[in-house]
């Protein structure tokens, strides 16, 4: 259970990203899961500032800061968490995975921390030097493929799969919604409305052992009938008893 | 726990998707996370073809499949799952937040169900027509923001994190790993050597309070010692005492 303050404690840093559009992707992410503090380390500020001239460049882009070294962009942090997609590399670090890692930030986070998680570029990831500045890391667990020696995922989509990781208890139940249930009165009188009209069609008297009470209304009960939805039944039903009895007059 | 033919058991539909590069983003992460169906839903074929034509179109783009219409899309399917970002739409059907949807769609795959995950359009989601296919709906919790009307993630992001969550539970404590920690007994050396330093520094004298065996002790197993790193410490304090012997051995 994040709340805001620990939300702003936490810093997305990326560091040597390439392509503009991804660090847009990663800008957005955060803004979709209430993360506001972005850090680029770069060399060179060309993607940065194409990334920030973007029509729809956010607030985050907006208020992102840059730094010249990784150590400047974690200065204030109490945990530095790198991430990686492992691949080959030796590891130095203790490595969790995505979920139990979001566990332990949320613990520091609730001790007041502040959090610098670092993604590395599209290419390489994070260098020795730069994973060297990290606690421990974190990987996004992925499917194993023969073909593939390095998994690696997409910048924006492993920012996007990690922050929503850190917020997923926090918002599980929020917002979400189930359409109100009938209540039971309306499903008795519905059931008793089928049973009228599978009177009427002879079903009854042809499927006798379908048609008792009990099993009609667990028919009824198995559909799962929402509040808004009773009425139109009892709707369809009525007009079929109409038109049934109707006939039956008819052929009368 | 989802194994791979449960996987395969699962659909990505794309629905009116426009942008290529989205199309190819969620191959990607079907690719990244062990889902092999795509289904592309499309008025028009030109988004298809170009993302299927992209220099690192993967294996999932190679054998996607193609519909004419929702209904064609989803026909194999027992269970049709509709993702929405919520907006304003008024809600006629039930709506789940992404963590409990997925553990409905692992119940669903565990009885032998297929499931059919739907995409709507980067611009408009899925319309009510399109959702009409749906026995329920899905949505990313997000962070509410003022400004905003209709909250609502990048399409590559938001297949990424819903066939993350799908898969979380299984790769959980997949292929993460802890380096070893150090064995008690060079914890305890290491504890003697530092003990040692201290000594020689003059630190006990200052501090005496700091310095009782078992304060040194609780010191060292505070650092959570890894094994690779133990003999790494020991040369550091064994070189320290060489140091200081030397040193006080001068000026005496």
């Known amino acids: ?4 303050q620990q939300l702003d404690r936490v810093c997305v840093v990326l560091v040597r990203a390439r392509n503009p559009n991804n660090i847009g992707a990663a800008a957005r992410a955060m803004h979709d899961f209430g993360f506001r503090h972005l850090r680029v380390v770069n060399e060179y ?9 973007a029509v729809d460049a956010s607030e985050v882009l907006g208020s992102a800061k840059e730094f010249g070294s990784v150590a400047g962009a974690v200065a204030d942090c109490t945990l530095v968490v790198g991430t990686t997609a492992v691949g080959e590399r030796a590891l130095l ?9 979001a566990a332990t930030i949320g ?9 610098a998680l670092l993604f590395g570029s599209e290419k390489t990831g994070l260098s020795n030097d730069e994973l060297s ?9 992925m499917q194993q493929h023969e073909d ?13 799969v990690c922050l929503y990781e850190l917020v997923r208890d926090r918002r599980a139940h929020v917002e979400a919604g189930v359409p109100a249930a ?5 499903v008795e009188r519905l059931t008793a409305l089928l049973t009228e009209v599978l009177e009427q069609t002879g079903y009854t008297l042809r499927h006798p052992s379908n048609c008792d009470e009990a099993q009609i209304r667990r028919l009824v009960m198995r559909m799962g009938m929402m509040a808004a939805d009773a009425p139109v039944w009892m709707g369809i039903l009525r007009q079929m008893l109409w038109k049934l009895r109707g006939a039956q007059a008819g052929s009368e």
Chains 1, 2 share one sequence.
Do not use: D
Not at 1 to 4: A, E
Not at 107 to 115: C, D, M, P, T, V
Not at 148 to 160: D, E, F, K, T
Not at 182 to 186: F, I, K, L, R, Y
């Open 107 to 115: 613990e520091e986070l609730a001790r007041g921390g502040r959090i």
């Open 45 to 53: 500020a060309v993607p940065f500032a194409s990334a920030r001239s």
């Open 93 to 101: 670090h203790p490595l969790y995975a995505l979920p139990e890692a």
């Open 182 to 186: 009938a209540e039971a009165g309306e």
């Open 148 to 160: 593939v020696r390095h998994p690696s995922m997409n910048l924006g989509q492993a920012v996007a």
């Open 1 to 4: 259970m994040l709340s805001q």
């Open 133 to 141: 500045h990290c606690h421990w890391l974190l990987t996004i667990p």
